[in-house]
């Protein structure tokens, strides 16, 4: 089925770094939406991306869907301890049910 | 999120019981799903069900049932088949005919089978 790759796995930074983690796909994806997971919670959404090329900004982080729609992006300029948990991109291209990428866990070092 | 409610927060069961996960939204979204979630992993799809009276099978569905009597509600059971129940078991809501087809994410259960 339609999957999407998320890299890397784990980073960790030191806080002021930037951080960014990346989404792709083998297919067209008809969206690309992003989630952050706090430690020990669920999963909150944080935005859609739909058209190509499309960049859209909240505050420090910074999302991208590609040309292609195949791939995106999620870029935090200065990261803060506040910015720790871990963010997966979705696919909800299929019939209206979400392929979640196995996320990138961000830890900061203060 | 609020208006999607999962209970218990913890639960203990002893190895070959059934047990059944309860999950309840008051977003009057048609969409529910649960998702499975183990330690450093992602999310994977157990069940989802578009609207009342019908559901179909995710990724993971082996070991696992679902009913949809209600809009609003969407309970799991983990039956004594699933070979590895030990996890972190999320519900998720939609709107199924937006644009802007967020999934709103109960708080979760963690389930433990000892």
């Known amino acids: 089925g339609q999957q999407v790759m998320q890299i890397p796995q784990y980073q960790h930074v030191q806080e002021g770094e930037d951080f960014t983690t990346y989404c792709n796909s083998s297919?067209?994806?008809?969206?690309i939406q992003w989630y952050k997971q706090r430690p020990g919670g669920h999963p909150v959404f944080l935005i859609q991306?739909?058209?190509?090329?499309e960049v859209k900004k909240q505050k420090r982080l910074t999302f991208q869907f590609g040309e292609a729609k195949k791939n995106s992006s999620l870029h935090i300029t200065a990261t803060q301890t506040t910015d720790v948990g871990t963010y997966f991109c979705?696919?909800?291209?299929?019939?209206?049910?979400?392929?979640f990428g196995d996320g990138t866990t961000l830890t900061v070092k203060p | 999120d609020g208006g999607i409610t999962q209970s218990p927060k913890y639960l203990f069961r002893k190895e070959g019981q059934n047990v059944t996960l309860s999950c309840e939204q008051n977003?009057?979204?048609?969409?529910m799903y649960w998702y499975r979630q183990d330690p450093g992993q992602g999310l994977r799809l157990i069940y989802y069900?578009?609207?009342?009276?019908?559901?179909q099978k995710g990724d993971i569905a082996e070991g696992y049932s679902v009913s949809r009597e209600k809009k609003e509600s969407f309970p799991l059971t983990v039956t004594s088949a699933q070979k590895n129940p030990t996890a972190f078991y999320l519900c998720?809501?939609?709107?199924?005919?937006?644009?802007?087809?967020?999934?709103?994410f109960g708080q979760g259960t963690r389930l433990t089978v000892v």
């Open positions: 998720a809501s939609s709107p199924r005919d937006s644009r802007q087809k967020r999934a709103f």
């Open positions: 979705a696919d909800n291209t299929n019939a209206g049910k979400s392929t």
């Open positions: 977003l009057n979204h048609d969409a």
């Open positions: 991306l739909v058209k190509s090329g």
């Open positions: 297919t067209t994806l008809s969206n």
């Open positions: 069900s578009q609207i009342v009276n019908d559901f």
